[in-house]
């Protein structure tokens, strides 16, 4: 039994505990933690940046959805995976295919740079020059970061209230391919396929995914208006890279995407002014990217 009152005995036991503690340890136990921390730490850089910077050097708020996030929350459209990001709003038009935007902070749609593998593909043909996320599958998409706050500084006035920057998925090693279906309610389908296959030589990624749907109508089937609005899209997805002498490497990205939306149309009535017409959208939007290094 020892007095712990005394100030002697206390220090006696103190240096007894060390001395046992580190007797019994390995002797790599003691390094073994910070080499395990340094394993699970990893580097991600961050593309809409820029500057090539990682998450800790970049000085504005930033999230980040990987491929592995949005399959585990099941998304089919980029839209809805945008959605989870805190401090961003999405308005969307109608239900398949209808026209889809996407604020950060508050700014509006036209203030939200949008980039696809670094290239800018805001619409300057509408109004104010916003991007439309309607059609945009997220089977081919890799990452999403979306950078709130101005940006103007890097991607000018476009991006006074944040940037979404899309990678699409890259060529994985070896051959290999995937083929996967959905189907649901309104007559529903999704399916597509993809190929890849990598080497010394270069790789290649090639992908294809389509999207039909009866959909439903914003006009009320009682008043008599008993078409649906449909919805069909097909989306293309090419990347690959060649290796060529003098360690020179080439690099291409295309993203295409078709797509073809019914909507309603402007009529006067009674019960509003809403109803079936053979009003149909469509659209055909075409990405691309070729760097060499």
């Not at 619409?123 to 089977?139: I, M």
């Not at 699409?168 to 529903?188: A, C, L, M």
Request: hydrophobic share 35%; aromatic share 6%; net charge negative.
């Amino acid at each position: 039994l020892v007095n712990t009152t005394s100030p002697t005995a206390a220090l006696t036991v103190a240096v007894g505990a060390a001395v046992l503690t580190l007797a019994t340890m390995s002797p790599n136990a003691a390094g073994q933690g910070a080499s395990d921390d340094d394993e699970a730490i990893e580097t991600v850089i961050v593309s809409a940046s820029r500057l090539g910077q990682t998450v800790a050097e970049t000085g504005s708020s930033i999230s980040i959805l990987t491929s592995e996030d949005i399959q585990t929350l099941g998304l089919s459209y980029a839209l809805d995976a945008i959605a989870h990001a805190p401090g961003v709003t999405i308005n969307q038009n109608g239900a398949f295919g209808g026209s889809a935007s996407v604020r950060i902070r508050g700014a509006s749609s036209e203030q939200t740079m949008t980039l696809v593998n670094g290239v800018p593909v805001n619409d300057p043909s509408s109004p104010g020059g916003g991007y439309n996320f309607a059609r945009l599958d997220t089977e081919n998409i890799e990452r999403i970061e979306i950078l709130k706050g101005p940006q103007s500084t890097l991607w000018g006035t476009d991006a006074i209230g944040g940037v979404v920057s899309i990678t699409t998925k890259k060529p994985s090693e070896g051959f290999g391919g995937q083929v996967f279906g959905e189907y649901g309610s309104f007559n529903s389908f999704r399916g597509g396929a993809s190929l890849s296959n990598s080497g010394d030589l270069g790789e290649f990624r090639l992908a294809a995914v389509r999207v039909t749907t009866d959909g439903i109508s914003r006009a009320d089937e009682a008043n008599g208006n008993t078409e649906d609005d449909s919805f069909e899209s097909l989306t293309l997805s090419a990347s690959g890279g060649l290796n060529l002498p003098n360690d020179i490497r080439v690099t291409a990205d295309i993203l295409s995407t078709d797509g073809d939306t019914e909507f309603d149309s402007f009529v006067f009535g009674d019960q509003g002014n809403v109803g079936d017409g053979d009003e149909i959208s469509e659209t055909e939007e075409l990405t691309a990217n070729l760097s060499a290094q």
